[in-house]
């Protein structure tokens, strides 16, 4: 433990300003402009925004999704946003470079909201569904899912639905990306403040969070929610709760190693005698210091941060085990005022899995214990197994394994900057301890972009301390250099995020036609799509079944026949994200649910029901 302490706390405290080589220099000749022109340059982006909406052509998706679609309209709302923040950065004003990063969110992450009429993902649509479900039963439902076991999130927006007099959530979906981003950005500032200082590098933090975030778990979700309690705790704890990096070789440490005498004085005093380490020990025991803020503001960040925690175990099943993993590292960093945080969240975990989510463990225990250990099998489902599909899927999928490197490079390059210049490594501990999930859970084959989230607000703090170097050295080059690297950030991100799009996006017609079709299905009937991307279990989670639970179904393209049969609904939906699903992951010829449903119909098991534009109902007419 010592070593690691050694390791983690190898110098002074971050500085209270601006680092010397922060992104702060005066402005150069060509970025003397008007106040008011990245207002202008921001209000324009916005502006070409509804021109994008009204001539995308999102029938012509391939495999490259919203990307290869995406109109020049589109592309130059991006050029713009990026071009006002960093003409603004110049100055800089905080109102000013808050509205444009807001800008900047919905010309980048927001992009799929404004030219999509639905929200994307059938998952968002589920999770709608299990609002529907706790308003129908006026409490949290048993025996539909076990995520009803962390029922916070849902029932927040229950409460919601009910007190606006909502009967459906469909535009709150759609927009919720752009609102969680937001916050999340809102978040990630305040800790790159706390962490870096001064007044534009935090900014710059922020954008390249927004840029870097390819990672699309900010829809209508627990973990989305979740996230943005845990930037909360974050910020409180590397902000007010921060304590002073003292230690027993503070005092006689000058900031940085100048010359060659104060490397060999630095040397000399590092903590390798007998003695030296047992003053490190008992210096570790007894606490940090008390950081230097007022009590009162202390007393009330601490107790904001405890109801966080609290709130956030009902709420997502692995955040807690991230949150803790980071809190941890900065309780044994000593850099965490308030360490009973650590103690609040531990409990607040138990007695949450035991009382909270007592119905999971006793039927499910082993859905969640049985790849403990399996980090081959996490990796595999989280990345092998998702490199498939065609070109333009191929494309984008190793563009963000390919980003994921970038971002981390950047960061690594930073954080060698700082231990050049002796100052301490707990944001990189910080961003890389979330990798321990992976001992825990496959999650589904997510557990690898959870990792990359948690881990994200840092990889941007020690992205921007490596931006701050390459300033410091190439002052005349740095903004323009900056700027083009950021368009190409956001132009990335939209293609990466809009990438499965083909299959992945939502029609509102798709919405209402397996919206009706829940409605009049029966009470105990069953309602499947061909496919695993369509917008089911929107309502009626309680009395109709809309899970195919068929072995090795998933994905039910592989073989969708026989998936069909092995547990054949009373009605089946098939959509056009199916067709597009099979074209482009499973290699199938275009048209070949239209082939399935000749197959169904002539074989006397399903007749045509409805027809609604490219959506078609089957309804049972025989047991196959």
Same mark, same amino acid.
């Given at each position: 433990?010592?070593?690691?302490?050694?390791?983690?706390?190898?110098?002074?405290?971050?500085?209270?300003?601006?680092?010397?080589?922060?992104?702060?220099?005066?402005?150069?000749? #060509?970025?003397?402009?008007?106040?008011?022109?990245?207002?202008?340059?921001?209000?324009?982006? !916005?502006?070409?925004?509804?021109?994008?909406?009204?001539?995308?052509?999102?029938?012509?998706?391939?495999?490259?999704?919203?990307?290869?679609?995406?109109?020049?309209? +589109?592309?130059?709302?991006?050029?713009?946003?990026?071009?006002?923040?960093?003409?603004?950065?110049?100055?800089?004003?905080?109102?000013?470079? $808050?509205?444009?990063?807001?800008?900047? /969110?919905?010309?980048?992450?927001?992009?799929?909201?404004?030219?999509?009429?639905?929200?994307? &993902?059938?998952?968002?649509?589920?999770?709608?569904?299990?609002?529907?479900? /706790?308003?129908?039963?006026?409490?949290?439902?048993?025996?539909?899912?076990?995520? @009803?076991?962390?029922?916070?999130?849902?029932?927040?927006?229950?409460?919601?639905? *009910?007190?606006?007099?909502?009967?459906?959530?469909?535009?709150?979906?759609? #927009? $919720?990306?752009?609102?969680?981003?937001?916050?999340?950005?809102?978040?990630?500032?305040?800790?790159?403040?706390?962490?870096?200082? +001064?007044?534009?590098?935090?900014?710059?933090?922020?954008?390249?969070?927004?840029?870097?975030?390819?990672?699309?778990?900010?829809?209508?979700?627990?973990?989305?929610?979740?996230?943005?309690?845990?930037?909360?705790?974050?910020?409180?704890?590397?902000?007010? %709760?921060?304590?002073?990096?003292?230690?027993?070789?503070?005092?006689?440490?000058?900031?940085?190693?100048?010359?060659?005498?104060?490397?060999?004085?630095?040397?000399?005093?590092?903590?390798?005698?007998?003695?030296?380490?047992?003053?490190?020990?008992?210096?570790?025991?007894?606490?940090?210091?008390?950081?230097?803020?007022?009590?009162?503001?202390?007393?009330?960040?601490?107790?904001?941060?405890?109801?966080?925690?609290?709130?956030?175990?009902?709420?997502?099943?692995?955040?807690?085990?991230?949150? +803790?993993?980071?809190?941890?590292?900065?309780?044994?960093?000593?850099?965490?005022?308030?360490?009973?945080?650590?103690?609040?969240?531990?409990?607040?975990?138990?007695?949450?899995?035991? &009382?909270?989510?007592?119905?999971?463990?006793?039927?499910?225990?082993?859905?969640?214990?049985?790849?403990?250990?399996?980090?081959?099998?996490?990796?595999?489902? +989280?990345?092998? *197994?998702?490199?498939?599909?065609?070109?333009?899927?191929?494309?984008?999928?190793?563009?963000?394994?390919?980003?994921?490197?970038?971002?981390?490079?950047?960061?690594?390059?930073?954080?060698?900057?700082?231990?050049?210049?002796?100052?301490?490594?707990?944001?990189?501990? %910080?961003?890389?301890?979330?990798?321990?999930?992976?001992?825990?859970?496959?999650?589904?084959?997510?557990?690898?972009?959870?990792? @990359?989230?948690?881990?994200?607000?840092?990889?941007?703090?020690?992205?921007?301390?490596?931006?701050?170097?390459?300033?410091?050295?190439?002052?005349?080059?740095?903004?323009?250099?900056?700027?083009?690297?950021?368009? &190409? %950030?956001?132009?990335?991100?939209?293609?990466?995020?809009?990438?499965?799009?083909?299959?992945?996006?939502?029609?509102?017609? *798709?919405?209402?036609?397996?919206?009706?079709?829940?409605?009049?299905?029966?009470?105990?009937?069953?309602?499947?799509?061909?496919?695993?991307?369509?917008?089911?279990?929107?309502?009626?989670?309680?009395? !109709?079944?809309?899970?195919?639970?068929?072995?090795?179904?998933?994905?039910?393209?592989?073989?969708?026949?026989?998936? !069909?049969?092995?547990?054949?609904?009373?009605?089946?939906?098939?959509?056009?994200?199916?067709?597009?699903?099979?074209?482009?992951?499973?290699?199938?010829?275009?048209?070949?649910?239209?082939?399935?449903? $000749?197959?169904?119909?002539?074989?006397?098991?399903?007749? /045509?029901?409805?027809?609604?534009?490219?959506?078609?109902?089957?309804?049972?007419?025989?047991?196959?």
């Amino acid at each position: 433990m010592t070593r690691l302490i050694s390791l983690v706390e190898r110098a002074r405290p971050e500085p209270d300003g601006a680092a010397p080589d922060d992104v702060e220099g005066g402005a150069p000749t #060509w970025h003397r402009l008007r106040p008011w022109t990245p207002l202008a340059l921001a209000a324009l982006a !916005v502006a070409l925004l509804p021109l994008a909406a009204v001539t995308v052509d999102l029938d012509a998706m391939g495999g490259l999704g919203l990307g290869g679609v995406l109109p020049v309209w +589109g592309w130059a709302s991006i050029v713009l946003a990026v071009a006002a923040c960093v003409l603004e950065i110049a100055r800089p004003r905080p109102v000013a470079l $808050a509205l444009l990063t807001g800008v900047l /969110i919905l010309c980048t992450t927001g992009m799929p909201s404004v030219v999509e009429p639905a929200a994307r &993902l059938g998952i968002t649509w589920l999770h709608a569904g299990f609002v529907d479900a /706790i308003t129908r039963a006026g409490g949290v439902p048993r025996g539909i899912d076990s995520r @009803l076991s962390w029922p916070g999130f849902f029932a927040q927006w229950a409460w919601i639905q *009910d007190a606006a007099g909502m009967r459906q959530l469909d535009t709150v979906l759609r #927009w $919720a990306p752009i609102a969680i981003v937001g916050a999340w950005a809102a978040g990630v500032f305040q800790i790159a403040r706390g962490l870096l200082g +001064g007044t534009r590098a935090p900014w710059v933090a922020t954008w390249l969070f927004c840029g870097e975030n390819w990672i699309e778990q900010d829809y209508f979700s627990p973990q989305a929610t979740a996230m943005i309690l845990v930037l909360a705790v974050l910020a409180a704890a590397v902000g007010p %709760l921060a304590a002073p990096a003292t230690g027993p070789r503070r005092a006689a440490e000058p900031r940085y190693a100048s010359t060659e005498a104060d490397t060999v004085e630095l040397a000399a005093v590092r903590p390798y005698r007998v003695g030296a380490l047992i003053d490190r020990v008992r210096w570790w025991l007894s606490g940090p210091s008390r950081p230097d803020t007022d009590r009162l503001d202390v007393l009330i960040q601490w107790g904001g941060s405890a109801v966080c925690l609290a709130a956030l175990v009902a709420a997502h099943q692995l955040t807690p085990f991230a949150i +803790g993993a980071q809190l941890l590292v900065l309780v044994v960093a000593r850099r965490l005022w308030g360490r009973h945080l650590l103690l609040v969240l531990v409990l607040a975990v138990t007695t949450w899995f035991v &009382l909270g989510a007592a119905e999971f463990w006793v039927n499910q225990l082993g859905l969640a214990t049985s790849s403990v250990g399996q980090v081959g099998s996490s990796i595999s489902g +989280g990345l092998g *197994d998702r490199l498939v599909g065609d070109v333009g899927q191929l494309v984008g999928k190793f563009g963000r394994v390919a980003l994921a490197g970038a971002t981390w490079g950047l960061a690594l390059l930073g954080a060698w900057w700082r231990w050049r210049q002796r100052r301490e490594l707990v944001v990189l501990a %910080l961003a890389a301890v979330p990798v321990t999930i992976v001992l825990l859970q496959s999650y589904g084959g997510e557990v690898l972009l959870r990792i @990359l989230l948690y881990g994200l607000p840092f990889l941007a703090v020690l992205g921007t301390e490596a931006l701050r170097v390459l300033h410091r050295r190439w002052t005349s080059v740095a903004l323009p250099v900056f700027a083009a690297g950021m368009v &190409l %950030l956001c132009a990335a991100v939209v293609v990466l995020r809009g990438g499965n799009d083909v299959y992945l996006s939502v029609r509102p017609h *798709d919405v209402q036609v397996v919206r009706e079709t829940i409605e009049a299905a029966p009470a105990g009937t069953s309602v499947y799509t061909l496919g695993d991307h369509a917008p089911l279990g929107i309502e009626r989670l309680a009395d !109709v079944n809309q899970f195919n639970t068929a072995a090795d179904c998933q994905p039910i393209i592989d073989d969708p026949i026989r998936c !069909v049969l092995a547990n054949p609904p009373e009605y089946l939906v098939v959509l056009r994200q199916g067709d597009a699903e099979g074209v482009v992951l499973g290699g199938r010829s275009p048209g070949w649910t239209r082939q399935a449903i $000749a197959e169904f119909v002539a074989e006397g098991w399903y007749r /045509i029901q409805r027809v609604e534009g490219d959506a078609v109902v089957l309804e049972r007419t025989r047991n196959p």
